[in-house]
């Protein structure tokens, strides 16, 4: 039985060994010395490996790339994947980096949602679930989405906020018939206040979009201060209590079903100070001591 011989392959025009064959089976590529099955070694920030569909070698034909580089300033190294379109398959294609450096994950083509220009980050899914976020620790938190916003232009950059900057949004968007941009309903945080180190004052907003619109309508507000605002004026700070109504006709209904019995119940420090309740058609206004 022969015995397996190192083999080396070099170029006519170069003094070092371009692949090597060892005695174990293991090849190397610009490497002297494989340590694995197959090793690649390149001496600058050229591509590793590179697969194209013709054979048009030239830097600027379309093609995709396996990248070892230095990550700048750290002797650490990095493996990059390049491509235009790059797209991961799984049975199908199940993911892509577009050319705008955007995520689409279960689709090949991004569209505009929502908003006037298309997202960072697209998930198409045919199930009634889309996404999913898990948690397993033996303790008492839970999974977190957070939205994060800075008047700075560099990334890791601080810059303060200001009173009445957006702090994140949750939007909700239809089919129209045209696209897919019209918005039917929002959530959205803002800044409700002057922030500073480690204090950010905020407000949270709920707007509906009526019908015959295409922009969404503050409906509820809660400020920094806990006091909520249904249907008020949005701008309107005088509203000196946790809850203020506003509309042009019946401002509330209050339904206790089929029974009698009381329908609300007012407190002073978890006392119970009187009652307005209801009896067929008669309405009784109950409590020790009623002021008129």
């Not at 390149?42 to 490996?49: A, C, I, N, V």
């Not at 969404?216 to 249904?230: D, F």
Request: proline share 3%; charged share 15%.
């Amino acid at each position: 039985m022969s015995t397996l011989q190192t083999t080396n392959l070099k170029n006519p025009s170069s003094a070092s060994n371009n692949i090597v064959l060892d005695s174990s089976g293991r090849v190397g590529i610009g490497s002297t010395a494989p340590s694995d099955l197959l090793n690649l070694k390149q001496g600058s920030d050229d591509s590793l490996l590179r697969f194209r569909k013709s054979d048009d070698f030239n830097a600027g034909s379309v093609g995709h790339a396996i990248d070892s580089r230095n990550v700048a300033g750290t002797t650490t190294t990095q493996l990059t994947l390049r491509g235009n379109p790059l797209s991961f398959w799984n049975n199908g294609e199940a993911m892509r980096i577009d050319s705008s450096n955007r995520l689409l994950v279960g689709t090949s083509t991004g569209i505009v949602t929502g908003s006037s220009v298309q997202a960072a980050l697209q998930v198409v899914d045919n199930s009634n679930l889309s996404a999913a976020f898990r948690m397993n620790r033996n303790d008492s938190s839970g999974p977190i989405i957070v939205f994060g916003k800075s008047r700075s232009t560099s990334d890791g950059g601080f810059a303060v906020l200001q009173s009445g900057d957006e702090l994140g949004a949750i939007r909700f968007a239809g089919a129209d018939g045209g696209d897919l941009q019209t918005q039917g309903a929002a959530i959205a945080a803002f800044v409700d206040g002057t922030p500073g180190a480690n204090d950010m004052p905020g407000r949270l907003v709920f707007s509906t979009c009526p019908d015959g619109s295409a922009s969404p309508v503050e409906r509820v507000r809660i400020n920094s201060g806990g006091e909520v605002s249904i249907g008020g004026d949005s701008s309107s700070t005088n509203y000196n209590g946790y809850l203020y109504c506003q509309k042009d006709g019946v401002v509330a209904y209050f339904n206790r079903g089929v029974t009698d019995g009381t329908i609300i119940e007012f407190r002073q420090g978890g006392v119970a100070e009187g009652t307005i309740s209801v009896s067929g058609t008669t309405v009784s206004y109950n409590g020790a001591h009623l002021s008129r």
